[in-house]
């Protein structure tokens, strides 16, 4: 199982997403900086949370736009997995890879605390070891997790089983409870919450590790 993990100035997870991963795929993961305009041959590609060059214009909009995205997109469309997570979900949907956008927060706040949430489908490489409906508690931190799409586009979600989270107390505002969200092809995810720093019940919980655990599974098998 090789897996990449990218780096951006801003960004601040980076290191906790590659820890996670190691400790279930049990390798180690590549690091690739942002203005590598190449990706090593992987299975799995990491975009983490944070600042990506602090967040100016848009919250990933620069980040989309980089040397190193234009190979993701590259590799996603060869069906790599891609799993960004907070800013790095707000990347995929400012690089098209993902439908949508992520605006600022109901009440204008920052969130940041544990949240409850539904594994809405277990029919994706990111999700298949959650047990079908599993309520699991992850942690958010962001200012513009508001999830918004129009409402033709939410029922495509909806009709193709594309909604891989949903929160069931909704911290931000985002349309019909979404946290995450999946590509046609279902190999990209795009998450807020942060399933790396639930992988080790000393930092407070384990409800991230099946969605790790889930990619060894889907890739490897």
Known sequence: ???????????????????????????????????????????????????????YLRPGAIAARSPILRAVIRAAERGVAVLGICN???????????PGAL???VGLAFVCREVELEVATTASPFTCAYPARARIRLPVAHHDGNYVADVETLDRLEAEDRIAFRYLDNPNGSARGIAGVLNARRNVLGMMPHPERAC???????DGI??????LSALVA
């Not at 790095?88 to 993902?98: C, H, M, S």
């Not at 080790?200 to 384990?206: F, H, I, Q, S, V």
């Open 1 to 55: 199982m090789r897996a990449a993990v990218v780096t951006f100035p801003g960004s601040n997870c980076d290191r906790d997403l590659a820890v996670a991963m190691e400790a279930v795929f049990g390798r180690p993961v590549l690091r690739v900086w942002h203005a590598d305009s190449e990706l090593p041959p992987v299975d799995v590609v990491g975009i983490p949370g944070g600042f990506s060059y602090g967040d």
């Open 88 to 98: 790095g979900f707000q990347i995929l949907t400012e690089a098209g890879l993902l």
């Open 103 to 105: 605006i600022r927060n």
């Open 200 to 206: 080790d019940p000393k930092l407070g919980g384990t």
């Open 210 to 215: 099946p969605l790790f655990r889930s990619l």
